[in-house]
């Protein structure tokens, strides 16, 4: 079982910056991989970022390559989301989620995979 709490969403201008993070407990926590996920309002929820349980395999939606960066510290129980050159079409509720495997060899990009999930933190870029 693994439990996770985002914070450090907020308002921010276009052009600005904001780092995401998710808090993780469980004993399990660093044989998960783990992904960003967004949901703008009347629209589902889609892939943002995922990183594998040792952090050496990254993957990124087209639109957040070059903007955003995933990463993690298995021995704090941290995940992080930077997210920078904020656009509004990034407006969303961000959730990070943990993958439903230990020790996945694929960094997976559907929601499907994912079966712990947080809250959420709200993002607002405005133009």
């Known amino acids: 079982q693994v439990q996770l709490v985002e914070s450090g969403g907020g308002l921010v201008q276009a052009g600005g910056s904001l780092r995401l993070s998710c808090a993780a407990s469980g004993r399990t926590f660093s044989t998960h991989n783990m992904g960003w996920f967004r949901q703008a309002p009347g629209k589902e929820r889609e892939f943002v970022a995922a990183?594998?349980?040792?952090?050496?395999?990254?993957d990124y939606t087209d639109s957040a390559k070059g903007r955003f960066t995933i990463s993690r510290d298995n021995a704090k129980s941290m995940v992080y989301l930077q997210m920078n050159s904020l656009k509004p079409g990034d407006t969303a509720v961000y959730y990070c989620?943990?993958?439903?495997?230990?020790?996945?060899?694929?960094?997976?990009?559907?929601?499907?995979?994912?079966?712990?999930w947080g809250q959420g933190t709200q993002v607002t870029v405005s133009s």
């Open positions: 989620a943990a993958d439903r495997e230990q020790y996945s060899s694929v960094v997976r990009t559907t929601t499907a995979n994912y079966n712990y």
């Open positions: 990183l594998s349980w040792s952090g050496l395999r990254k």
